[in-house]
């Protein structure tokens, strides 16, 4: 499992433990690592990320499709077993129990990637336009969803490799990946599992999900 950080120490904890637990579900299923990419972070997220006891790589990018690349890399190429199925969701997210049993499910299946949805539960500061928007926009997809998003997502090692991996993108490389794979006819969209996101809206990345819900309270 991948996890890229700028930042974060107020929502990191939350997510790893949250991690952990989907660790503990999957337990006797697969070996799970989970790695913590620190990209350019100025915070406590370092010792955060050393008291759950995971590993943690750093990069100086700035650039979310780079340090999530670098994770995907890290497993991948630096010592210990190669995966054969990698996990990514976002610092400020948090995954449910079951959600490693639902990627095995997609890779058991055969699947090249796994799409999962996302929700969100506290809308404080948000007025009531970007709630009926997120329900209207979400809420109402069928499966396969037409959603993409970082925080919940899964990819098999052979397809990973084939498509060249997560790009350099500051925005989008999530997006960008599942179009490559995509192209393959090997992507498996699901709403189970989804996973719960941060309804911020101070925006880490210009026009990410934070600044798309801000763009609505103002729009």
């Known amino acids: ?7 974060e120490e107020a929502l990191l904890d939350g997510c790893l433990e949250a991690l952990d637990r989907a660790a503990r579900w999957a337990r006797g299923s697969a070996t799970v690592r989970t790695l913590v990419v620190l ?7 370092r010792e955060i990320a050393r008291t759950h006891g995971v590993e943690a790589v750093a990069v100086a ?15 991948l190429d ?18 449910p129990p079951d959600w490693l049993l639902a990627q095995l499910a997609a890779y058991e299946r055969g ?7 996302v929700y969100v539960d506290d809308w404080d500061g948000h007025g009531g336009s970007t709630r009926e928007w997120f329900r ?19 990819v098999r090692r052979e397809a990973y490799e084939r498509c060249g991996g997560f790009r350099g993108l500051a925005l989008g490389e999530d997006v960008a990946l599942v179009a490559a794979l ?8 699901s709403r189970r599992s989804p996973v719960l996101t941060s309804g911020r809206r101070l925006a880490r990345a210009a026009g990410g999900f934070a600044a798309r819900l801000g763009e609505l309270e103002v729009g």
């Open 1 to 7: 499992m991948v996890v890229p950080v700028h930042d």
């Open 39 to 45: 990209d350019s972070c100025r915070d406590a997220s």
């Open 61 to 75: 990018a700035r650039n979310v499709g780079t340090a999530r690349d670098a994770g995907f890399r890290a497993l």
């Open 78 to 95: 630096g010592p210990g077993a190669i995966p054969d199925w990698i996990a990514t969701t976002d610092a400020d997210s948090r995954v």
């Open 111 to 117: 699947a090249d990637a796994r799409v999962g949805a």
């Open 136 to 154: 209207t926009v979400y809420d109402t997809a069928a499966d396969p969803h037409p959603h993409v998003h970082g925080a919940n997502l899964g």
């Open 182 to 189: 995509d192209a393959d006819g090997g992507v498996h969209r």
